[in-house]
C-alpha cells in the first residue's frame, strides 16, 4: 500500500513539474542570457538591453540609444559679442570742439584785451597784465617776455584800435604757443611694423582713459590697434582698457595675474602687434608717482623690453592740465626717463588754465600734440595752436 501511495505522489510531482515547463513563455530563457549581454527574447545573446531613462548597455552588433533630450532649463544661451562701434575720424576735432574750449578760456583772454584796449598803458598796466598771465599758468619768464614784447610793438606802431590791439596780441600768443617740433602723432606702420606709442603719466591725470579715447580716434581713421594692459597695478585699470578696446574691436593684452611685470605685457603685446600686421600698439602703464625712485626705474625698463623688438615711435606724458605748475614738476622726471616726445593735456575744458600749454612746452621744448576738451569718448583731439589762440580770445 506504501508503494502505492509513493508511486502516485511522485506522478503528481512529475505532473506538475512538466506543466509548468508547458505554461513558461518562449524566450524566457533569452532574457536570462539577454540580462548578461544576449538579445532580448532571442536568446542568441548578440544583442542589447534598453533601459527606459538609462544609457544603452552596448556588445555584439547592436546599436546605442540616442542621449536624452536636456530640459529648457540646462539649455545656456552664448553670451551676446560686444558692440563694436564706429568711431568718428580725428580730423576736424578740435575745430569742432572750440566752442567748448572757448567758454572755459575766454576770462584769460577777455582780460588781456581789456588791459591794452585802455587809453593809458602806464607801468601799472603792464604789471597787472604779466600777473594775468602768470595766474594763467604761463610761467613768469614766458609773461614776462610776453609783455615785454607787447610794449615793444605798442611803442612802434603808435595807435591801438581794436582790431589791432586784438591782431597784436594774437600774434605775439601764437608766437609763444606755435612750436618748430612737429604735433604729428607718429602711428604709421614702417618697415613692416606697427608704430609703437608708450603712455606715460602719474595716477589721476586720465592717463587709461586717454589710452582708450585716441585708440577710439586711430580707428576711426581706419588704423587697427592692440592695446598693452601694462597697468598690472590696478585690475581696474586693465578692466576698463578692455572695455575701450571692445567697443571698437582693438585686442587687448592682459595679464590675470595682478601685479604680473608690466615690461612682460608690454612685450607680449608688441609681439602680437608685429605679428597680427596692426597698424599701432598703444601702451598703458602704471599711474608712476614720479618721487618713487624704484617705479621710474621700472617704468624706463619697459620702454628698454620693448626697445628689444622694435622701437618706440612716440612716448605721450599725459598731464592734468588743471595741476598747473605741479604738471611741469611731474613733466621734468618723466622726461628724464623715457625722453618724452609729446604732451597730452587732459581736462583743459574745466579749470585749466590755457597758459599751462605755453608754460609746459617751453619747459621740456617738447610739443602738445593731444588735449582733451571734455568727458566724452570722441573729445580728445589733436591740438591745434591757431585754433586753440582763438578761443583764448573769443573769436
Same mark, same amino acid.
Given at each position: 500500500? +506504501?508503494?502505492?501511495? $509513493?508511486?502516485?505522489? =511522485?506522478?503528481?510531482?512529475?505532473?506538475?513539474?512538466?506543466?509548468?515547463?508547458?505554461?513558461?513563455?518562449?524566450?524566457?530563457?533569452?532574457?536570462?542570457?539577454?540580462?548578461?549581454?544576449?538579445?532580448?527574447?532571442?536568446?542568441?545573446?548578440?544583442?542589447?538591453?534598453?533601459?527606459?531613462?538609462?544609457? @544603452? !548597455?552596448?556588445?555584439? @552588433?547592436?546599436?546605442?540609444?540616442?542621449?536624452?533630450?536636456?530640459?529648457?532649463?540646462?539649455?545656456?544661451?552664448?553670451?551676446?559679442?560686444?558692440?563694436?562701434?564706429?568711431?568718428?575720424?580725428?580730423?576736424?576735432?578740435?575745430?569742432?570742439?572750440? #566752442?567748448? /574750449?572757448?567758454?572755459?578760456?575766454?576770462?584769460?583772454?577777455?582780460?588781456?584785451?581789456?588791459?591794452?584796449?585802455? *587809453?593809458?598803458?602806464? !607801468? *601799472?598796466?603792464?604789471?597787472?597784465?604779466?600777473?594775468?598771465?602768470?595766474?594763467?599758468?604761463?610761467?613768469?619768464?614766458?609773461?614776462? &617776455?610776453?609783455?615785454?614784447?607787447?610794449?615793444?610793438?605798442?611803442?612802434?606802431?603808435?595807435?591801438?584800435?581794436?582790431?589791432?590791439?586784438?591782431?597784436?596780441?594774437?600774434?605775439?600768443? =601764437?608766437? &609763444?604757443?606755435?612750436?618748430?617740433?612737429?604735433?604729428?602723432?607718429?602711428?604709421?606702420?614702417?618697415?613692416?611694423?606697427?608704430?609703437?606709442?608708450?603712455?606715460?603719466?602719474?595716477?589721476?591725470?586720465?592717463?587709461? @582713459?586717454?589710452?582708450?579715447?585716441?585708440?577710439?580716434?586711430?580707428? %576711426? !581713421?581706419?588704423?587697427?590697434?592692440?592695446?598693452?594692459? #601694462?597697468?598690472?597695478?590696478?585690475?581696474?585699470?586693465?578692466?576698463?582698457? &578692455?572695455?575701450?578696446?571692445?567697443?571698437?574691436?582693438?585686442?587687448?593684452?592682459?595679464?590675470?595675474?595682478?601685479?604680473?611685470?608690466?615690461?612682460?605685457?608690454?612685450?607680449?603685446?608688441?609681439?602680437?602687434?608685429?605679428?597680427?600686421?596692426?597698424?599701432?600698439?598703444?601702451? *598703458?602703464?602704471? %599711474?608712476? /608717482?614720479?618721487?618713487?625712485? %624704484?617705479?621710474?626705474?621700472?617704468?624706463?625698463?619697459?620702454?628698454?623690453?620693448?626697445?628689444?623688438?622694435?622701437?618706440?615711435?612716440?612716448?605721450?606724458?599725459?598731464?592734468?592740465?588743471?595741476? +598747473?605748475?605741479?604738471? /611741469?614738476?611731474?613733466?621734468?622726471?618723466?622726461?628724464?626717463?623715457?625722453?618724452?616726445?609729446?604732451?597730452? $593735456?587732459?581736462?583743459? *575744458?574745466?579749470?585749466?588754465? +590755457?597758459?599751462?600749454?605755453?608754460?609746459? &612746452?617751453?619747459? =621740456? +621744448?617738447?610739443?602738445?600734440?593731444?588735449? %582733451?576738451?571734455?568727458?566724452?569718448?570722441?573729445?580728445?583731439?589733436?591740438?591745434?595752436?591757431?585754433?586753440?589762440?582763438?578761443?583764448?580770445?573769443?573769436?
Amino acid at each position: 500500500m +506504501g508503494y502505492i501511495i $509513493l508511486i502516485v505522489v =511522485l506522478a503528481v510531482l512529475i505532473l506538475a513539474v512538466g506543466g509548468t515547463m508547458l505554461l513558461r513563455p518562449r524566450g524566457t530563457r533569452g532574457v536570462r542570457r539577454g540580462r548578461a549581454g544576449g538579445d532580448l527574447g532571442s536568446g542568441t545573446g548578440t544583442g542589447t538591453i534598453e533601459r527606459p531613462g538609462t544609457d @544603452t !548597455d552596448t556588445a555584439g @552588433t547592436g546599436t546605442a540609444q540616442a542621449p536624452p533630450v536636456p530640459r529648457p532649463a540646462d539649455v545656456t544661451a552664448p553670451p551676446a559679442p560686444p558692440v563694436v562701434e564706429k568711431p568718428p575720424p580725428s580730423a576736424g576735432r578740435m575745430m569742432r570742439l572750440r #566752442a567748448r /574750449l572757448a567758454r572755459s578760456q575766454t576770462g584769460f583772454g577777455a582780460a588781456l584785451l581789456g588791459l591794452l584796449s585802455r *587809453d593809458r598803458l602806464d !607801468d *601799472d598796466t603792464w604789471d597787472e597784465m604779466e600777473e594775468v598771465l602768470i595766474t594763467a599758468d604761463v610761467g613768469v619768464t614766458p609773461a614776462r &617776455q610776453i609783455v615785454s614784447d607787447l610794449r615793444t610793438k605798442v611803442k612802434v606802431e603808435g595807435t591801438r584800435t581794436s582790431e589791432e590791439v586784438r591782431a597784436m596780441l594774437r600774434a605775439e600768443l =601764437l608766437a &609763444q604757443v606755435e612750436t618748430e617740433a612737429s604735433r604729428a602723432l607718429r602711428t604709421q606702420r614702417h618697415e613692416g611694423r606697427p608704430a609703437v606709442v608708450l603712455v606715460v603719466g602719474v595716477n589721476g591725470t586720465g592717463k587709461t @582713459t586717454t589710452v582708450g579715447k585716441l585708440a577710439r580716434s586711430l580707428v %576711426g !581713421d581706419g588704423d587697427t590697434v592692440v592695446l598693452g594692459a #601694462a597697468d598690472t597695478f590696478r585690475a581696474a585699470a586693465v578692466d576698463q582698457l &578692455q572695455t575701450w578696446g571692445d567697443r571698437v574691436g582693438a585686442q587687448t593684452v592682459r595679464s590675470d595675474k595682478e601685479g604680473a611685470d608690466p615690461a612682460s605685457v608690454a612685450f607680449e603685446a608688441v609681439s602680437h602687434g608685429i605679428e597680427g600686421e596692426a597698424d599701432v600698439v598703444l601702451i *598703458d602703464t602704471a %599711474g608712476r /608717482l614720479h618721487t618713487k625712485t %624704484g617705479l621710474m626705474d621700472e617704468l624706463g625698463k619697459v620702454k628698454r623690453v620693448i626697445e628689444k623688438r622694435t622701437s618706440v615711435d612716440e612716448v605721450l606724458l599725459v598731464l592734468d592740465a588743471t595741476t +598747473g605748475q605741479n604738471g /611741469l614738476r611731474q613733466a621734468r622726471v618723466f622726461a628724464e626717463v623715457v625722453d618724452v616726445s609729446g604732451i597730452v $593735456l587732459t581736462k583743459l *575744458d574745466g579749470t585749466a588754465k +590755457g597758459g599751462i600749454v605755453i608754460a609746459v &612746452q617751453r619747459e =621740456l +621744448g617738447v610739443p602738445v600734440k593731444l588735449v %582733451g576738451l571734455g568727458e566724452g569718448p570722441d573729445d580728445l583731439a589733436p591740438f591745434d595752436a591757431e585754433t586753440f589762440v582763438d578761443a583764448i580770445l573769443g573769436d
